[in-house]
């Protein structure tokens, strides 16, 4: 028969059960399949205590105290990033000798487990601030505002990207045989650049970026996709047009095409060099156009008739759009939830193993029309959740499934 250390709680109590109904010691022990001795142990020791509970203070004593517990619990609370033996040298000194071994176990029985930290955006005080403050005057927003948010955004898409890193069961030394590797390559094996957008109701337009983006060519997707999406997604007329605060969506360029001075005729510019006043005229010319007295006389026409201004600067070029733009507080991805589907497009697109950049491109498209509705609306539904979090979170990054440094 198996020997065992301890019997259960449940057989002891079985074995107090027939010895109070008169049944002697060999009986229980056949009845039971238990030595006799063991029969007569329980027994004594219930006389004894009154009880069948396991007497404490059995087992090994521990290495550490409860204070010196404590202070491992304060240390790594305040300090994440201490190591195991920097903590056993700090009880070393004061006493204390115990493994770097120890100090882990204890951790772990603490709750304490060591991982990998997650990459976020570096905030500063400004950002923090002005994250906090979104969070505050949004959160009560009511559902219906949230689902007339077209969220949008862009992102990387890689043959081998961070979606390919995989786990192999391998045996030990084994580690560099060809099928317990992941073959490398430079630059991803060939990346694309994707601009995207959703809503509540569903994904929107998915195009690819051509090379690298630039103001003017974000203006271009922007023409070709938003308003498209709008009218798919069925957003209404009083829609928010959400971006982040990347320089080619917000900038506020001093450039202009100005065309070349001469005859009536054929209109040929040149990019320039304007100042900060023409700056201004050009931006009282986007916002009203009965401002002839502002100008100088001849320079109405010259500015006004034969200059396209704000080729370059996509602030002005959405003030013409007229569309209603939501406040972006800056380093703050993980309060977009179409990070949420970012992510789930490169796994889809990772399992397909696409074997080239047509492919890539060809399965993003697949799977991004794919994507479910509930799992759109679920995002844009949690929102208020999402903002909660960032207000309890010392205004820090709000958990999400992708990892953002990666990008």
Request: charged share 30%; with cysteine.
């Amino acid at each position: 028969m198996v020997k065992s250390r301890e019997w259960s709680r449940k057989t002891r109590e079985e074995v107090i059960t027939l010895h109070r109904k008169g049944n002697g010691y060999k009986k229980i022990a056949k009845m039971l399949n238990i030595p006799r001795e063991t029969i007569g142990s329980i027994i004594r020791k219930f006389k004894a205590k009154g009880s069948v509970e396991t007497l404490p203070g059995r087992g090994r004593k521990k290495m550490l105290t409860s204070t010196a517990v404590c202070y491992l619990k304060r240390r790594v609370e305040k300090s994440p990033r201490v190591t195991a033996e920097e903590l056993r040298k700090d009880l070393s000194d004061v006493g204390t000798e115990v493994s770097a071994q120890t100090i882990w176990r204890t951790l772990r029985n603490e709750g304490f487990h060591a991982r990998t930290p997650r990459r976020t955006p570096l905030l500063s005080p400004k950002n923090k601030k002005s994250r906090l403050q979104y969070a505050k005057s949004h959160v009560d927003k009511p559902q219906k505002f949230r689902d007339s948010v077209l969220w949008t955004d862009e992102t990387k898409l890689e043959r081998f990207g961070p979606m390919d890193q995989r786990y192999v069961w391998r045996r030990k030394n084994k580690a560099y045989e060809e099928k317990n590797t992941l073959p490398t390559v430079k630059h991803g094996g060939g990346s694309i650049m994707l601009s995207g957008c959703f809503a509540s109701a569903d994904t929107g337009k998915l195009q690819r970026v051509q090379g690298t983006m630039n103001s003017l060519q974000y203006q271009e997707i922007l023409d070709d996709n938003v308003m498209q999406s709008v009218t798919n997604l069925r957003l209404g007329r009083r829609w928010t047009f959400q971006q982040d605060n990347d320089p080619k969506h917000t900038s506020k360029s001093t450039r202009a095409v100005v065309p070349n001075p001469g005859p009536q005729g054929p209109l040929t510019g040149q990019v320039c060099q304007i100042s900060e006043a023409q700056h201004r005229c050009y931006d009282l010319l986007l916002s009203d156009c009965r401002i002839q007295s502002a100008f100088p006389q001849g320079d109405l026409q010259n500015l006004a008739l034969r200059t396209r201004v704000g080729d370059h600067c996509t602030r002005a070029w959405l003030q013409i759009k007229g569309w209603t733009i939501l406040e972006w507080p800056s380093q703050s991805p993980d309060l977009n939830p179409i990070e949420n589907l970012w992510w789930d497009l490169k796994k889809a697109v990772a399992v397909r193993k696409p074997k080239n950049v047509t492919e890539l491109e060809a399965f993003a498209h697949d799977e991004w029309a794919k994507i479910p509705v509930d799992r759109c609306k679920t995002l844009v539904s949690s929102y208020a959740s999402r903002l909660k979090a960032v207000s309890t979170t010392s205004f820090y990054s709000y958990k999400i499934e992708c990892h953002l440094g990666v990008e």
